[in-house]
């Protein structure tokens, strides 16, 4: 499955979508963490909050930038279809809250791994399923 994705990443028809998905989600992912940073070691939240907060910001920022840049051929456009739009990709991406805060948990409690990493591992686990979600349904 991995040496799948890595392949369409170079080749394939969804090779230049698929490669835009992955920098917008890596730039989200890099606000996503200072934004956990910052809630957990400056405001003094639980990084299971923070978490959550840092998770729904970086859901609005994404579909911005996706919608704009990844889905171009295909976005959404009018007033109407681009709040449906924002809508579904919340469906979509506020179903892999649970896989991403279960990760972290599960790599912070029970692996004493530092949060700032397991919260890494959590976006990349999770990236995969909102990927083809996303891809699927809200630009679908």
Same mark, same amino acid.
């Given at each position: 499955?991995?040496?799948?994705?890595?392949?369409?990443?170079?080749?394939?028809?969804?090779?230049?979508?698929?490669?835009?998905?992955?920098?917008?989600?890596?730039?989200?992912a890099?606000?996503?963490?200072?934004?956990?940073?910052?809630?957990?070691d400056?405001?003094?939240?639980?990084?299971?909050?923070?978490?959550?907060?840092?998770?729904?910001?970086?859901?609005?920022?994404?579909?911005?930038?996706n919608?704009?840049?990844?889905?171009?051929?295909?976005?959404?456009?009018?007033?109407?279809?681009?709040?449906?739009?924002? &809508?579904?990709? /919340?469906? $979509?991406?506020?179903?892999?809250?649970? =896989?991403?805060?279960? #990760? %972290?948990?599960a790599?912070?409690? *029970?692996?004493?791994?530092?949060? &700032?990493?397991? /919260?890494? $591992?959590?976006?990349?686990?999770?990236? =995969?399923?909102?990927? #083809? %979600?996303?891809?699927?349904?809200? *630009?679908?």
């Amino acid at each position: 499955m991995i040496r799948a994705f890595l392949r369409n990443l170079h080749e394939g028809p969804f090779a230049l979508q698929l490669r835009r998905f992955v920098i917008v989600g890596t730039i989200a992912a890099g606000v996503q963490m200072a934004l956990l940073w910052f809630l957990v070691d400056s405001v003094s939240l639980n990084y299971l909050i923070g978490a959550t907060i840092a998770i729904e910001t970086t859901i609005v920022f994404q579909y911005v930038l996706n919608n704009a840049w990844t889905f171009q051929a295909i976005q959404n456009t009018g007033t109407m279809a681009y709040l449906y739009g924002l &809508l579904k990709t /919340n469906l $979509v991406r506020g179903s892999a809250i649970p =896989i991403q805060l279960g #990760v %972290l948990f599960a790599l912070v409690e *029970w692996r004493s791994v530092p949060y &700032l990493a397991a /919260n890494a $591992v959590a976006i990349v686990i999770s990236g =995969i399923y909102r990927y #083809v %979600l996303d891809a699927r349904w809200t *630009w679908g």
